[in-house]
């Protein structure tokens, strides 16, 4: 970063390099608040989407303070989570970037606070992330700035603001590993070292994900990138540094990689999903295409029109910045940094379409004669199940009379062992967005250099108003107790807790509630849930059936919870059957509050088999969010 950096409408003589920096930090802080608005008007008493994901990490926020400094035990196991057997946290992402950078925002200003001001951070941090790439690639500050503001606020980071998914907010970090990259492969230095392995390591502890999308890219870009690094000298110079950055990469990464690799051998982590299970999370090539279906003006009548998994498949890429790409990867083609960056994107293309070719959600399926499709299935039946080292069963993407069409990121998931854990390939659509705005960098800077300063305000609009979703679609949710948890918080502890019906507990939200009562629950949530517990799962969903009642009894649960909405019309036949069982009484009846506000956009979105009720709440759940709780007591 010197004086080398002269793009349009930047005169380092007029503009002092601090205040520069200032500015464009001001700026994507500015654009942070307005382009997330309400975020900022309820920064310390609700979160961005309805109550999901979101909930999980905002507990998480507070338990790692209540664990490390209230109670100062290790945050990695909860006891009173998955009662009686208790949660260990590296079942699921603990995203310790955030938790623990965030430790002093949760002491001073509690946990809903650091969770918002953590997710404001995480669009400054893109947008300046990709701006300092990008001068690091020459490109002028307009160019620079603009890419940034692309990357930040696209409709991947947007989703996931709503989904709640605070790992995959940490897109920041990718620009910013990339930025260390080219710093070390232009002139390596064991001081460069530093910065590799520190920004690799943030990004795996933001997201485990991230680290397996990531640096296969990482490793990949000095090929495509080319010289200097062929040169004996080069490497004489840049091993000290690698070796630097990989010791510093696996001292930082050890304290949450020890849990999560002892749980792995124990058999915790069971990566066991089907095939059918992981093609769902393919993406469409339309997604990247298909407008903005979270926009504030037309975003309704996409979202009719269209189906996506609007956490998940909310991948378009913006017509504006997909016009200001073309022109930076024209007018450089000749060159290599941007063909590395088009291929780069190109290759993270083809792995978010996942396993099979889809459309609106689901695969597409060729009608073939019934011959050819009974050969195709053998084929897929010996590959899938016989060859692979990763094996799954092919019949649930089988149909009589067609065939999918399969892609190579099927054959990456079957011959490629760590790829086991991968489990939602449209994701990569970030690598695909991150690319595509650093080349639009390029281009911007080009349209500068013949149209002058004055098109700079133009081009940030073309892209604002492509990206623009204010007010948030998604609505808001305020996090709160209920009444029925502030009941709990007045009664004996410890008195464990059960929730039914038990699929309404696989929610991130139902997590935060032991923060506002504090009693042991028999329930969870997280990717993977305690070996113990998923077995014990079969007998507690049979409830009320006796060997349900005898199991909670045994566990020592006191009160059972029961949301009658949540039944539906099998509230009044279940409430008879709970009423006839020894030793439950009724105690309690409580109205829920609504928590939930704001909604434009989701209550538009078709329920569909294809999204587990963990990822959308919508349909026959909306029941859950404002439930009427009968409270009974466990004798």
Same mark, same amino acid.
């Given at each position: 970063?010197?004086?080398?950096?002269?793009?349009?409408?930047?005169?380092?003589?007029?503009?002092?390099?601090?205040?520069?920096?200032?500015?464009?930090?001001?700026?994507?802080?500015?654009?942070?608040?307005?382009?997330?608005?309400?975020?900022?008007?309820?920064?310390?008493?609700?979160?961005?989407?309805?109550?999901?994901?979101?909930?999980?990490?905002?507990?998480?926020?507070?338990?790692?303070?209540?664990?490390?400094?209230?109670?100062?035990?290790?945050?990695?196991?909860?006891?009173?989570?998955? /009662?009686?057997?208790?949660?260990?946290?590296?079942?699921?992402?603990?995203?310790?970037?955030?938790?623990?950078?965030?430790?002093?925002?949760?002491?001073?200003?509690?946990?809903?606070?650091?969770?918002?001001?953590?997710?404001?951070?995480?669009? $400054?941090?893109?947008?300046?992330?990709?701006?300092?790439?990008?001068?690091?690639?020459?490109?002028?500050?307009?160019?620079?700035?603009?890419?940034?503001?692309?990357?930040?606020?696209?409709?991947?980071?947007?989703?996931?603001?709503?989904?709640?998914?605070?790992?995959?907010?940490?897109?920041?970090? $990718?620009?910013?590993?990339?930025? !260390?990259?080219?710093?070390?492969?232009?002139?390596?230095?064991?001081?460069?070292?530093?910065?590799?392995?520190?920004?690799?390591?943030?990004?795996?502890?933001?997201?485990? /994900?991230?680290?397996?999308?990531?640096?296969?890219?990482?490793?990949?870009?000095?090929?495509?990138?080319?010289?200097?690094?062929?040169?004996?000298?080069?490497?004489?110079?840049?091993?000290?540094?690698?070796?630097?950055?990989?010791?510093?990469?696996?001292?930082?990464?050890?304290?949450?990689?020890?849990?999560?690799?002892?749980?792995?051998?124990?058999?915790?982590?069971?990566?066991?999903?089907?095939?059918?299970?992981? #093609?769902?999370?393919?993406?469409?090539?339309?997604?990247?295409?298909?407008?903005?279906?979270?926009?504030?003006?037309?975003?309704?009548?996409?979202?009719?029109?269209?189906?996506?998994?609007?956490?998940?498949?909310?991948?378009?890429?913006?017509?504006? %910045?997909?016009?200001?790409?073309?022109?930076?990867?024209?007018?450089?083609?000749?060159?290599?940094?941007?063909?590395?960056?088009?291929?780069?994107?190109?290759?993270?293309?083809?792995?978010?379409?996942?396993?099979?070719?889809?459309? !609106?959600?689901?695969?597409?399926?060729?009608?073939?004669?019934?011959?050819?499709?009974?050969?195709?299935?053998?084929?897929?039946?010996?590959?899938?199940?016989?060859?692979?080292?990763?094996?799954?069963?092919?019949?649930?993407?089988?149909?009589?009379?067609?065939?999918?069409?399969?892609?190579?990121? +099927?054959?990456?998931?079957?011959?490629?062992?760590?790829?086991?854990?991968? &489990?939602?390939?449209?994701?990569?659509?970030?690598?695909?967005?991150?690319?595509?705005?650093?080349?639009?960098?390029?281009?911007?800077? &080009? $349209?500068?250099?013949?149209?002058?300063?004055?098109?700079?305000?133009?081009?940030?609009?073309?892209?604002?108003? #492509?990206?623009?979703?204010?007010?948030?679609?998604?609505?808001?949710?305020?996090?709160?107790?209920?009444?029925?948890?502030?009941?709990?918080?007045?009664?004996?502890?410890?008195?464990?807790?059960?929730?039914?019906?038990?699929?309404?507990?696989?929610?991130?939200?139902?997590?935060?509630?032991?923060?506002?009562?504090?009693?042991? $629950?028999? /329930?969870?949530?997280?990717?993977?849930?305690?070996?113990?517990?998923?077995?014990?799962?079969?007998?507690?969903?049979?409830?009320? !059936?006796?060997?349900?009642?005898?199991?909670?009894?045994?566990?020592?649960?006191?009160? %059972?919870?029961?949301?009658?909405?949540?039944?539906?019309?099998?509230?009044?036949?279940?409430?008879?059957?709970?009423?006839?069982?020894?030793?439950?009484?009724?105690?309690? %009846?409580?109205?829920?509050?609504?928590?939930?506000?704001?909604?434009?956009?989701?209550?538009?979105?078709?329920?569909?088999?294809?999204?587990?009720?963990?990822?959308?709440?919508?349909?026959?759940?909306?029941?859950?969010?404002? #439930?009427?709780? /009968?409270?009974?007591? +466990?004798?």
């Amino acid at each position: 970063m010197n004086g080398r950096h002269k793009g349009p409408g930047v005169n380092p003589k007029r503009v002092p390099r601090w205040q520069g920096e200032l500015a464009v930090l001001l700026g994507y802080g500015v654009l942070s608040i307005v382009l997330t608005w309400p975020l900022a008007a309820h920064w310390t008493e609700a979160v961005l989407g309805p109550p999901g994901d979101n909930l999980e990490y905002v507990w998480k926020m507070w338990w790692f303070k209540h664990a490390l400094l209230d109670k100062r035990v290790s945050p990695f196991f909860n006891p009173d989570v998955f /009662y009686p057997f208790g949660y260990p946290l590296a079942l699921s992402e603990t995203t310790l970037t955030y938790t623990l950078l965030g430790l002093p925002l949760t002491w001073l200003f509690g946990e809903v606070a650091a969770y918002n001001l953590v997710v404001l951070f995480s669009f $400054i941090l893109s947008g300046y992330g990709l701006y300092l790439l990008l001068r690091e690639l020459r490109v002028g500050m307009a160019g620079a700035f603009l890419g940034g503001v692309a990357f930040a606020f696209c409709p991947y980071r947007m989703a996931h603001v709503g989904a709640g998914h605070l790992p995959l907010l940490g897109t920041g970090w $990718i620009p910013l590993l990339f930025w !260390a990259l080219e710093r070390f492969l232009a002139s390596p230095s064991w001081r460069r070292g530093i910065p590799l392995g520190g920004l690799g390591a943030l990004l795996a502890l933001s997201s485990w /994900y991230y680290a397996f999308m990531v640096f296969p890219f990482v490793g990949l870009y000095p090929f495509l990138r080319g010289w200097p690094w062929r040169s004996r000298a080069w490497w004489r110079q840049a091993l000290p540094g690698l070796g630097l950055a990989l010791v510093l990469m696996g001292i930082l990464l050890a304290p949450a990689a020890w849990p999560t690799l002892q749980l792995y051998a124990q058999g915790e982590l069971a990566y066991d999903f089907s095939l059918g299970y992981i #093609d769902q999370w393919s993406a469409s090539p339309v997604d990247f295409l298909y407008p903005n279906a979270m926009h504030s003006l037309w975003g309704a009548g996409l979202t009719r029109h269209y189906y996506q998994n609007i956490h998940e498949n909310l991948l378009y890429l913006g017509w504006s %910045v997909l016009a200001l790409a073309g022109v930076g990867l024209f007018w450089h083609r000749r060159e290599r940094l941007p063909r590395a960056f088009a291929w780069l994107g190109g290759l993270a293309f083809i792995l978010a379409l996942g396993t099979s070719l889809h459309f !609106a959600g689901r695969p597409i399926y060729l009608r073939v004669p019934p011959k050819v499709e009974y050969q195709f299935a053998r084929m897929m039946y010996v590959l899938t199940g016989k060859l692979a080292l990763n094996k799954v069963d092919f019949s649930p993407l089988r149909r009589e009379g067609a065939i999918i069409l399969p892609l190579p990121t +099927l054959f990456l998931y079957l011959f490629v062992p760590p790829m086991r854990a991968m &489990r939602v390939w449209a994701r990569f659509g970030i690598m695909v967005m991150f690319s595509v705005a650093v080349l639009a960098g390029w281009g911007v800077e &080009r $349209i500068l250099a013949r149209k002058g300063r004055s098109w700079v305000l133009a081009l940030l609009g073309f892209v604002l108003i #492509d990206f623009a979703v204010l007010p948030y679609p998604y609505g808001y949710t305020l996090v709160r107790g209920q009444p029925v948890d502030e009941w709990l918080a007045r009664q004996a502890h410890p008195s464990p807790v059960i929730h039914y019906p038990l699929e309404k507990t696989w929610f991130g939200w139902m997590l935060y509630p032991t923060r506002i009562h504090g009693q042991p $629950i028999a /329930y969870g949530y997280g990717t993977f849930t305690p070996k113990a517990y998923r077995q014990a799962a079969r007998t507690l969903a049979r409830w009320p !059936a006796a060997e349900a009642v005898d199991l909670l009894r045994r566990w020592g649960v006191r009160y %059972v919870l029961v949301g009658a909405r949540s039944y539906g019309t099998r509230w009044p036949a279940l409430q008879k059957e709970m009423a006839a069982i020894p030793g439950l009484q009724q105690v309690a %009846v409580f109205e829920d509050r609504p928590l939930y506000r704001g909604d434009r956009l989701l209550h538009l979105v078709p329920p569909s088999p294809q999204v587990p009720v963990t990822e959308l709440v919508n349909g026959p759940q909306w029941a859950y969010l404002a #439930d009427r709780v /009968y409270v009974y007591m +466990l004798k």
